[in-house]
């Protein structure tokens, strides 16, 4: 596989689990992270935020001040003693967030002043649309997290420009509504995504860059009129920067869980990306070996199935039974359960 020396296909996707108290990463994390380790696996982190502006719900990890760099390097090291290739992904909420976890209780910002049309709970708080002179400021922070990912031992970053945050929103046009350089066209709403794609792979080399994207996706209230159009035209912008890979949700997973029958496909991108490429959502391994066997990805990234399932590769491998997932426990602050105690295979008797 082109760049990436990996011994197997399959890929722990990224989740957001909301065990890192206080915006910091704890050591129940390296437990979690470890057990899902094989020797060549590729594993990406949960979304990391870049800044303070960058938060959203509670108790997830952050990477922009000292103590969280510090925090994630036994996190790391114990993914590499195990022989895991270990990517950080890096997140900026924008409007997917409330005031009450923004410095000093502002609003978020994102592309747009547009809040919410459906918000029955008041979970957010209508954003600040961000000034044409502040989007540097902001392409900065996610250069400056990628070099402190790098400084806690992490192997490269995948940048979240997928599920309604701040690069999709600014991508797709439900959602930017802006008249500046970053508005409007195709090319002026893809312009702030590839300018962080720029300042990262300078920063830290395109070779340990991949973003994750999700053009079919109508998350929070994000969706494009033309995904198939905004998928191919990242696919080839990418191209220029010559970055490792790129991550797509299939077009199947039109919200966060369920799968829809649907005749799109990411083919197209996948011919035009020059790099690795990773498809996701709803696979299973039958379909993620057809995937691959039909050469319409390079590797599979497996979500709620990993998170059951700390031995996933070697179940695989053995056809073996899975672990049932436990939904309400996805985001609940418990370190152990739901976490760390989904029982790995017993192979005593194999
Ligand atoms: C608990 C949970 C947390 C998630 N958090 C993230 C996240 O932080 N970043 C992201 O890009 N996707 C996130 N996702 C989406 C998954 O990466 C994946 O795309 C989705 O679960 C569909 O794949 P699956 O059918 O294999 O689970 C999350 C999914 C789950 C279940």
């Given at each position: 596989m082109?760049?990436?020396?990996?011994t197997?296909?399959?890929v722990?996707?990224?989740m957001?689990?909301?065990?890192?108290?206080?915006n910091?990463p704890?050591?129940?994390?390296a437990?979690?992270y470890?057990?899902?380790?094989?020797?060549?696996?590729?594993l990406?982190?949960?979304?990391t935020?870049?800044s303070e502006?960058?938060?959203?719900?509670?108790?997830?990890?952050?990477?922009?001040r000292?103590?969280?760099?510090?925090?994630?390097?036994?996190?790391?090291?114990?993914?590499?003693?195990?022989g895991?290739?270990?990517?950080?992904?890096?997140?900026?909420?924008?409007r997917?967030?409330?005031?009450?976890c923004?410095?000093?209780g502002?609003a978020?910002?994102?592309s747009?002043?547009?809040p919410?049309v459906?918000?029955?709970?008041?979970?957010?708080?209508p954003?600040?649309r961000?000034r044409t002179d502040?989007?540097?400021?902001?392409v900065?922070?996610?250069?400056l997290?990628a070099?402190n990912?790098?400084e806690?031992?992490?192997?490269?970053?995948?940048?979240?420009?997928?599920?309604g945050?701040?690069l999709?929103?600014?991508?797709?046009?439900?959602?930017?509504?802006?008249?500046?350089r970053?508005?409007?066209?195709?090319?002026?709403?893809?312009?702030?995504?590839?300018q962080v794609i720029?300042a990262?792979s300078?920063?830290?080399?395109?070779d340990?860059?991949?973003?994750r994207?999700s053009?079919?996706?109508?998350?929070m209230?994000s969706?494009?009129s033309?995904?198939?159009?905004?998928?191919?035209?990242?696919a080839?912008?990418?191209n220029?920067?010559?970055?490792?890979?790129c991550h797509m949700?299939?077009?199947?997973?039109?919200?966060?869980?369920e799968i829809?029958?649907?005749?799109?496909?990411l083919?197209?991108?996948?011919k035009?990306?020059?790099?690795?490429?990773?498809?996701?959502?709803?696979?299973?391994r039958?379909?993620?070996?057809?995937?691959?066997a039909?050469e319409?990805?390079?590797?599979?990234a497996?979500g709620?199935?990993?998170?059951?399932?700390?031995?996933l590769?070697?179940r695989?491998e053995?056809?073996?039974?899975?672990?049932?997932?436990d939904?309400?426990?996805?985001?609940?602050?418990d370190?152990?359960?739901?976490?760390t105690d989904?029982p790995?295979?017993?192979?005593?008797?194999?």
């Amino acid at each position: 596989m082109k760049n990436f020396n990996l011994t197997h296909r399959i890929v722990m996707a990224p989740m957001a689990r909301m065990r890192s108290y206080g915006n910091v990463p704890q050591p129940h994390v390296a437990l979690y992270y470890s057990q899902r380790t094989t020797p060549g696996g590729l594993l990406i982190s949960e979304a990391t935020g870049v800044s303070e502006t960058a938060m959203a719900y509670q108790n997830m990890p952050g990477i922009w001040r000292k103590e969280q760099i510090q925090a994630w390097k036994p996190i790391v090291d114990a993914v590499h003693s195990h022989g895991g290739v270990f990517f950080c992904q890096l997140w900026h909420a924008g409007r997917v967030s409330h005031r009450d976890c923004q410095p000093n209780g502002e609003a978020p910002v994102s592309s747009t002043d547009k809040p919410f049309v459906e918000d029955p709970s008041n979970e957010f708080t209508p954003p600040r649309r961000l000034r044409t002179d502040e989007i540097p400021t902001i392409v900065n922070d996610f250069r400056l997290a990628a070099r402190n990912a790098i400084e806690a031992g992490f192997d490269g970053v995948e940048l979240h420009g997928a599920h309604g945050y701040l690069l999709d929103q600014f991508m797709k046009d439900s959602v930017n509504d802006r008249t500046d350089r970053y508005g409007g066209s195709l090319e002026n709403r893809c312009r702030f995504a590839l300018q962080v794609i720029e300042a990262v792979s300078n920063e830290i080399g395109p070779d340990r860059v991949g973003i994750r994207l999700s053009p079919f996706a109508n998350y929070m209230e994000s969706g494009d009129s033309d995904p198939k159009r905004l998928g191919l035209y990242m696919a080839n912008s990418l191209n220029r920067f010559e970055i490792l890979y790129c991550h797509m949700v299939e077009p199947r997973m039109k919200t966060a869980s369920e799968i829809f029958e649907c005749t799109e496909s990411l083919t197209p991108m996948r011919k035009a990306f020059n790099g690795a490429f990773i498809v996701a959502g709803g696979y299973t391994r039958e379909d993620g070996n057809k995937a691959v066997a039909e050469e319409r990805t390079d590797l599979v990234a497996y979500g709620r199935l990993f998170l059951a399932n700390p031995d996933l590769p070697r179940r695989f491998e053995l056809d073996a039974p899975l672990n049932k997932y436990d939904r309400p426990s996805f985001y609940s602050s418990d370190h152990v359960v739901g976490y760390t105690d989904y029982p790995f295979l017993d192979t005593t008797d194999q």
